[in-house]
């Protein structure tokens, strides 16, 4: 595995990070568009909810087979051209979903879709981690994913505006889209040069940061079920809509305000396995407590306020430490493992969630995200004690 070169500059090289970053929350604004427009019309089209859902997470099938393509793609026209090239292919995609009412093709338009913003997400993080200087990557990375949290509270608040009638809110999210292009051409000279494939299948990658694919997957899974779940769980409470989905936007509120905070605390330690063991036990006490502070919405808020921002920097987190680990081509093929294992957990996590709430009724809501975090804590620590010398 290539190691990241000793002599990097620890200056913030901004123009790089900005058009990363700035093109990647313009598809954060889209996808928060995007999401609840789509259900929500599916719903109105008289779908079950049940073919909803699964339309729903083709997304993370997509990302799942746009992953070990992305860094092929990025080695043969390089990081900027693919950019771009997903840029117009998802926006283009996304007006294809007002203009095509049959719902069996929305499944490969979804595939097209979510496989464009995948290839955008690992190209820019890889792009962001390659920019950022080693000692204040963690920082970088904080800056990347509040940036990243704002653009899909962004779009949660254009589709309260302007709703799911007509074509407005498609050509919204088709022009926000669009709008990602032209930072990266700006900097297109700036990105990263893949100037050698991989030295191994982007999944072998895996083994060499364990803690970080575990951890990301558990995020995947938490944030994926626990998001589209946490609204049955609060409403089964007896609190109403409102204070339910009120209960969201107070996750996310945590989510925005601990990740540059945690990514500082991620340049200050020299294990950040170690901080990734911290955030999954405080996810895990987080989880089992939830029951417990369920009697009061506001012991309840106050709960999902820091337990989602802690949880959420298990994948800041884990990006840092694989920017830590990799570099060049290497770091390209271990992003796309990291965002397919976070896939990965986006598919398994609702369907283990809505499980366990059948099985254990409305608490079973957190029994099953406490059972994910124990996996993850126990992982974490005999990673930490047998292997202390290994990212």
Do not use: C
């Amino acid at each position: 595995m290539s190691e990241p070169l000793g002599g990097e500059s620890e200056a913030i090289h901004w123009p790089s990070l900005i058009a990363a970053i700035a093109s990647i929350s313009a598809v954060g604004i889209a996808i928060g568009l995007g999401l609840p427009l789509l259900s929500l019309l599916l719903e109105q089209r008289g779908i079950p909810s049940s073919l909803n859902g699964l339309n729903t997470a083709t997304a993370g099938i997509a990302a799942m087979i746009a992953a070990p393509i992305t860094t092929k793609l990025a080695h043969d026209y390089g990081v900027a051209t693919t950019m771009i090239w997903a840029v117009f292919v998802a926006a283009i995609s996304s007006l294809g979903f007002y203009y095509i009412e049959n719902f069996w093709a929305w499944f490969p338009l979804r595939i097209v879709f979510h496989g464009a913003t995948t290839t955008l997400f690992i190209l820019s993080e890889f792009w962001i981690n390659h920019a950022a200087p080693p000692s204040k990557r963690g920082f970088v990375l904080g800056v990347y994913a509040t940036v990243l949290s704002m653009g899909f509270a962004g779009g949660t608040a254009i589709f309260s505006l302007v709703g799911t009638q007509g074509v407005l809110p498609f050509v919204i999210g088709a022009l926000v889209i669009t709008l990602a292009a032209i930072p990266i051409f700006i900097a297109r000279k700036e990105s990263p040069y893949l100037d050698e494939k991989p030295r191994q299948h982007f999944l072998r990658y895996t083994f060499a940061v364990p803690t970080a694919i575990m951890g990301v997957f558990v995020f995947g899974a938490v944030e994926a079920g626990g998001l589209a779940l946490l609204p049955v769980y609060a409403t089964r409470l007896g609190f109403t809509e409102s204070q339910a989905s009120t209960l969201l936007t107070v996750m996310a509120i945590g989510n925005v305000a601990l990740q540059i905070p945690i990514g500082l605390m991620a340049d200050r330690i020299r294990d950040r396995r170690l901080l990734l063991l911290t955030m999954g036990v405080i996810g895990l006490i987080g989880a089992f407590l939830l029951p417990h502070a369920s009697s009061s919405w506001v012991k309840l808020a106050v709960l999902l306020l820091i337990w989602g921002g802690v949880v959420a920097g298990l994948y800041t987190v884990g990006l840092s430490l694989i920017g830590q680990r990799f570099s060049g081509s290497d770091l390209a093929a271990a992003n796309a493992a990291f965002i397919f294992f976070y896939a990965v957990g986006t598919v398994a996590g609702p369907a283990a969630i809505g499980a366990g709430m059948d099985l254990g009724g409305t608490d079973g809501f957190a029994w099953t995200l406490t059972a994910f975090f124990v996996v993850f804590v126990v992982f974490a620590l005999y990673r930490l004690i047998f292997h202390p010398r290994r990212t």
